[in-house]
């Protein structure tokens, strides 16, 4: 079965530094999905993004980028100019194309912006 | 749109004793699932369906029941309370074709515990 691997169980950084958040995963699947989500305070969670294995182009949100490799089965989530708002737990999750009813979840990275 | 609503918001049962958790979307999603978090885990899927009438296993299926009899709704039942069912569980719902995985949109969150 697939797997995500989100090594960094908690990441604390100034505001206005920069941050980047780990996601390895495992899949047997050539077809396959990765998404980022987030965990804020209040405790809902919010799709951030949503990446399909044939496209590696790294893609940029404002100060939110995320740096896909598949030579490395990596998706990692950089946050540039951290804010204080920006503290939350991320979530990082992938899905297979032969079995894209079930996704995997990895374990979280709690991050928290110091003021 | 209310998006994916969740009932209740908090609940509190002895252990063996059987309850319902409720969840409805109103975006005429097909697929809907349930998830449970538990600290350092992230989400883990517990029950998902695919369309009215159809409901598969997760990951973590033992000890609760699923049945989907409309689009809208998808409620979670669990059948005699433990301890180890104490969680925060998470309802999510989402388009899906045959081969396409989409991001998915959660509810709040009901927070059990299990006495």
């Known amino acids: 079965a697939q797997k995500v691997t989100q090594a960094q169980t908690e990441i604390s950084v100034v505001e206005k530094e920069d941050v980047t958040l780990d996601c390895v995963y495992e899949?047997?699947?050539?077809?396959?999905?990765l998404f980022w989500y987030k965990q804020p305070p209040s405790g809902e969670l919010v799709f951030l993004i949503r990446?399909?294995?044939?496209?590696?182009q790294n893609e940029i949100s404002g100060r939110y980028s995320w740096n896909f490799q598949k030579s490395t089965s990596s998706f990692n989530f950089t946050i540039t100019a951290s804010q204080v708002v920006d503290s939350a737990v991320y979530f990082c999750?992938?899905?297979?194309?032969?079995?894209?009813?079930?996704?995997?979840f990895g374990a979280g990275t709690r991050l928290t912006v110091k003021p | 749109n209310a998006g994916v609503t969740q009932t209740p918001k908090f609940q509190v049962l002895k252990t063996g004793q059987s309850m319902t958790l409720q969840c409805a979307q109103d975006?005429?999603?097909?697929?809907m699932s349930w998830y449970r978090q538990d600290p350092g885990m992230g989400l883990r899927l517990i029950h998902y369906?695919?369309?009215?009438?159809?409901?598969d296993q997760g990951e973590v299926p033992n000890g609760y029941n699923v049945s989907r009899s409309t689009t809208e709704d998808f409620p979670l039942r669990l059948l005699s309370a433990a301890p180890s069912q104490t969680s925060v569980y998470f309802c999510?719902?989402?388009?899906?074709?045959?081969?396409?995985?989409?991001?998915?949109?959660f509810g709040p969150g009901t927070r059990l515990t299990v006495t």
């Open positions: 999510a719902s989402s388009y899906s074709t045959a081969q396409l995985s989409y991001e998915q949109y």
């Open positions: 369906s695919v369309g009215a009438g159809i409901t």
């Open positions: 999750a992938l899905s297979e194309a032969y079995n894209n009813n079930d996704m995997r």
């Open positions: 899949t047997r699947d050539t077809t396959y999905y």
């Open positions: 975006m005429n999603h097909e697929y």
């Open positions: 990446r399909n294995s044939f496209d590696e």
